[in-house]
C-alpha cells in the first residue's frame, strides 16, 4: 500500500499569508508530483520533480514553488495567498525509471481554501 | 485542449448491475492508461491500468477495455455495488511522462 502522507488535510488561511503544503513519502520514489484540483474539473500537473534538485512546472501555471532536497520530502510553497488559489492540492509519487510507464501513489490531499 | 476526455460527468447504475465508464483520447503517443477511484477531499486510488499493447485487462469485478483504433477505453464494473459510488478519472500517458487525467466521471450506484 502506498506510504505518502500530506499536511495539513484541511486548511483556511487569510489573504496574504505564506503557507507550505507538506508531502513525504517513504516507498523511495525518485519521481514526485503535485496536482490541483477544483470539484468537476481533471486533475492538473502545477510541478513535478524526477529526482533530488530537480524541479519542473507542470502544465498549469501556477503561483506555488517547489523544492526537493531530499527524497522523501517535496512541499510546495504559496508566497501570498489569494483567494484564487482556493483549490485540492494532491502530492503523487511514482517509482517509475525514465521511459517507463507506472502508477502513481496519491497522498490524502491539502484541501485549501484561502478567504 | 483537452488530450484525454470523459464525457458523462455522471452515470446512475442500479447495484447488481454492470457499470460502464468512457473515456476518450487524442494523442496517439499516449501508451499507458490508468483508472482511478476518488472520494470527496481524499486522493486518488488506484484501480486499473492497461498498457497500449494490450486490449483488455481484468481484475477482479473491473475490466478495461482499450481500443486503439477508436481511441477508445473503458471500465466495467460488474456487479456494481453501493460502495464503488464515487469519481472515476480516467488517466494517460506516453513513455513514463506524468499522468494527464480527465474531468472524471460520478458514479452513483443505488441499492
Known amino acids: 500500500e502506498a506510504d505518502i502522507y500530506q499536511t495539513p488535510r484541511y486548511l483556511v488561511i487569510g489573504t496574504g499569508k505564506k503557507i507550505t503544503l507538506e508531502c513525504s513519502q517513504t516507498m523511495g520514489h525518485d519521481k514526485m508530483y503535485w496536482y490541483q484540483q477544483d470539484p468537476g474539473m481533471e486533475l492538473h500537473l502545477i510541478h513535478y520533480?524526477?529526482?533530488?534538485?530537480?524541479?519542473e512546472k507542470g502544465d498549469l501555471s501556477s503561483e506555488s514553488t517547489v523544492s526537493r532536497i531530499r527524497t522523501e520530502h517535496f512541499p510546495l510553497t504559496l508566497e501570498s495567498a489569494r483567494p484564487s488559489h482556493t483549490s485540492q492540492y494532491l502530492c503523487a509519487s511514482s517509482g517509475g525509471r525514465s521511459g517507463r510507464n507506472e502508477k502513481l501513489f496519491f497522498g490524502s490531499g491539502t484541501q485549501l481554501s484561502v478567504l | 485542449d483537452q488530450q484525454v476526455k470523459q464525457n458523462s460527468p455522471s452515470l446512475s447504475v442500479q447495484e447488481g448491475r454492470i457499470s460502464i465508464l468512457n473515456c476518450d483520447y487524442t494523442?496517439?503517443?499516449?501508451?499507458?492508461f490508468l483508472w482511478y477511484k476518488k472520494y470527496p477531499a481524499e486522493g486518488p486510488t488506484f484501480l486499473i491500468s492497461?498498457?497500449?499493447?494490450?486490449d483488455k485487462n481484468e481484475d477482479g469485478r473491473f475490466t478495461v477495455f482499450l481500443n486503439k483504433s477508436a481511441k477508445h477505453l473503458s471500465l466495467h464494473i460488474v456487479p456494481s455495488q453501493p460502495g464503488d459510488s464515487a469519481v472515476y478519472f480516467c488517466a494517460a500517458s506516453s513513455r513514463g511522462t506524468a499522468l494527464i487525467f480527465g474531468k472524471g466521471t460520478t458514479l452513483s450506484v443505488s441499492s
Open positions: 492497461i498498457s497500449s499493447i494490450k
Open positions: 494523442n496517439s503517443m499516449f501508451d499507458y
Open positions: 520533480s524526477y529526482g533530488v534538485n530537480s524541479t
